[in-house]
């Protein structure tokens, strides 16, 4: 080729050496046709599904409560859930469960082996979310049965994961119940107790109607002991002293009756307030224990059963047809590469030789 040449020169260049250049990609889709028959067959299984709501894990409301659950998971439980399915612990799983040091072929007593295995798996096995947002895990293996069998405990231990999380997380919070509830039971007695000292101290055991029927009572014996009274004024006026005598006792009676009811009167009025203030606080915290025990209760319904952390849409299912290699691709993609060097190879060696740059570069 001259100095000023042209692509019309390059293409004449690779037209009269195109014998070699074909010779040469022959060569390579042989070779990597061959090559290509020793590389093993991979065979990959998918299982698809939602991640469930967190709703389902919390327990049934109470009373007036109202609930409103979601089935299905959103953004934030999907993210949960790839975070799991990403784990160590589920990698640790599957190397455990499936003997991978053994079926990868990896030394589990090499320092590295812990790691060349989970490098090894981690290149097989694929957590993605789809178009969808839904989760997928695939699994490729040189056996098909295997692949589908890692890919399905592979769901199952990301949904073993997210209810044993809920699950420590309920019995923390059944913990914090019984702390409450022992807690208040404590206080509930000691209010009690001084609720019972106070209404024997004071003789008040229904403030209510206590006071009511002390409103009763009082003006009755007041009218009582004005009448009696008058009759003794009477009497001892134009009376006979029988009668005298009776009504002085009557008088003294109803004297009697209105200073003892005066005094209970008086020792009602002084703790009143007082027994009227334990048992609003004595029913406040009935209230409060009950409701907690309620709660309790059926938070430990909800910590004993399982509930539904994933939604599967699909089970992974015995891969037919493998996934890789492509043969064909190999060998058309090889063969294309080599052409290409081939052609690029000729225009160097005819820049050298026409620009004799290997003189110069050996000078």
Same mark, same amino acid.
């Given at each position: 080729m001259s100095k000023d040449h042209s692509l019309i020169d390059a293409i004449s260049l690779l037209y009269k050496n195109r014998k070699k250049i074909i010779v040469a990609c022959a060569i390579a889709a042989i070779g990597s046709a061959i090559i290509s028959l020793f590389l093993p067959n991979y065979y990959q299984a998918s299982t698809q599904f939602y991640p469930a709501s967190s709703d389902l894990a919390k327990p049934l409301p109470t009373?007036?409560?109202?609930?409103?659950?979601?089935?299905?998971? %959103?953004? #934030?439980?999907?993210? #949960?859930?790839?975070?799991?399915?990403?784990?160590? $612990?589920? *990698?640790?799983?599957?190397?455990?469960?499936?003997?991978?040091?053994?079926?990868?072929?990896? %030394?589990?007593t090499n320092k590295k082996g812990a790691?060349?295995?989970? =490098? =090894?798996? @981690?290149?097989?096995?694929?957590?993605l979310k789809?178009?969808?947002?839904?989760?997928?895990?695939? !699994?490729e293996d040189v056996d098909p049965e295997l692949s589908a069998k890692m890919a399905n405990?592979? #769901? %199952?231990?990301?949904?073993?994961?997210? *209810?044993?999380? !809920?699950?420590?997380? @309920?019995?923390?919070?059944?913990?914090?119940?019984?702390s409450n509830i022992d807690s208040k039971e404590k206080g509930l007695r000691v209010i009690s107790d001084s609720l019972k000292r106070m209404r024997e101290k004071f003789e008040i055991f229904n403030p209510v109607s206590q006071g009511k029927t002390y409103?009763?009572?009082?003006?009755?014996? $007041?009218?009582?002991?004005?009448? &009696?009274?008058? =009759?003794? @004024?009477?009497?001892?006026?134009?009376?006979?002293? %029988?009668?005298? #005598?009776?009504?002085?006792?009557?008088? &003294?009676g109803f004297k009697g009756q209105l200073e003892s009811l005066n005094k209970r009167i008086e020792k009602y009025n002084d703790g009143y307030t007082l027994v009227a203030t334990l048992e609003r606080e004595k029913d406040i915290f009935t209230e409060k224990l009950s409701k907690d025990k309620e709660k309790y209760k059926q938070l430990k319904v909800t910590y004993e059963s399982p509930f539904t952390s994933i939604h599967v849409l699909q089970k992974a299912e015995t891969p037919i047809i493998k996934s890789r290699p492509k043969r064909s691709l190999i060998v058309i993609g090889v063969s294309f590469l080599t052409g290409l060097l081939a052609c690029l190879f000729l225009l160097l060696q005819e820049q050298f030789r026409e620009n004799k740059w290997l003189e110069k570069i050996t000078k």
């Open positions: 009373g007036n409560e109202v609930l409103n659950r979601n089935y299905y998971g %959103d953004s #934030r439980d999907l993210d #949960r859930v790839l975070t799991i399915a990403h784990s160590t $612990e589920l *990698q640790e799983y599957l190397i455990r469960t499936f003997n991978l040091y053994d079926h990868y072929d990896v %030394d589990s790691i060349q295995v989970a =490098k =090894k798996l @981690q290149k097989l096995y694929k957590p789809t178009e969808y947002d839904a989760v997928e895990l695939s !699994v405990a592979a #769901r %199952d231990k990301v949904s073993d994961i997210i *209810q044993t999380v !809920v699950k420590e997380s @309920q019995k923390d919070l059944l913990d914090t119940y019984e409103g009763e009572l009082l003006p009755g014996v $007041e009218a009582s002991l004005s009448k &009696a009274e008058a =009759k003794l @004024q009477s009497y001892k006026l134009s009376g006979p002293r %029988d009668s005298v #005598r009776v009504y002085n006792v009557k008088v &003294a």
